[in-house]
């Protein structure tokens, strides 16, 4: 089992763009939950989807947004990147919702210059 | 609000000393707690969480409620327990939200 995988690895980008970052679950999972993690600073929660429906949302402006896919997959898209949006976005899965633990992702390295 | 304390960044002790990573946390219902732990150049991964009542790795950690704390204690500590060491929450909304504290680096001199 590969794990949870993201794509890409690192992108830079400038301000004003927007990015699309993307997240496969683990075989069997159903519950994706999305994390900005600032250097220096722990994860911070973004979103979480569930059966490709969102259930969570933390405290992230509306240019943060996600979907979830019929195959489990996820997106999440962040428009008019400002420079502190720099950060390393991590993406975790779980079987159900509830207290299943979370399966993390390398995550995926986001650079604004 | 929940918030997660991990009052000091970095933790340095020698092998075969004890070990003790503090964390504390602020939440007005039952909260659940877990330990991550990054190793170099891995992915960040679940270490306990205290529902279970484990000792993983020689690590254990136990919730005091009346203390709002739940440190990762281990009574002697080994080089390759070098790491990133998380303490997170999560409340009545599941596991898949978690609050993280921001870390403490344990680094363990030979």
């Known amino acids: 089992d590969a794990g949870v995988t993201q794509s890409p690895t690192h992108l830079i980008k400038t301000r004003g763009q927007h990015v699309t970052l993307r997240c496969s679950p683990i075989?069997?999972?159903?519950?994706v939950s999305w994390y900005q993690q600032v250097l220096g600073q722990g994860p911070q929660f973004i979103f979480q989807y569930y059966e490709k429906e969102e259930r969570g949302r933390g405290n992230f402006p509306d240019r943060f947004s996600a979907r979830q896919f019929p195959n489990y997959s996820s997106e999440l898209n962040v428009n008019a990147l400002l420079l502190g949006d720099s950060a390393l976005y991590l993406c975790a899965s779980s079987l159900v919702r509830g207290n299943q633990p979370q399966h993390f992702g390398d995550g995926t390295r986001l650079s604004i210059l | 609000a929940q918030r997660v304390t991990q009052p000091e960044k970095l933790l340095s002790v020698f092998k075969g000393a004890p070990v003790e990573l503090k964390c504390n946390y602020s939440y007005s219902g039952s909260p659940e707690l877990f330990w991550y732990v990054q190793y170099s150049r891995q992915r960040l991964q679940l270490l306990l969480r205290?529902?279970s009542r484990e000792s993983i790795k020689g690590f254990t950690a136990d919730l005091n409620k009346g203390e709002t704390s739940f440190h990762l204690k281990k009574p002697f500590a080994q080089e390759e327990d070098s790491a990133m060491y998380y303490c997170a929450l999560s409340g009545e909304q599941g596991a898949q939200k978690l609050v993280f504290g921001q870390g403490t680096r344990l680094t363990i001199n030979p």
């Open positions: 075989s069997g999972h159903k519950s």
């Open positions: 205290h529902i």
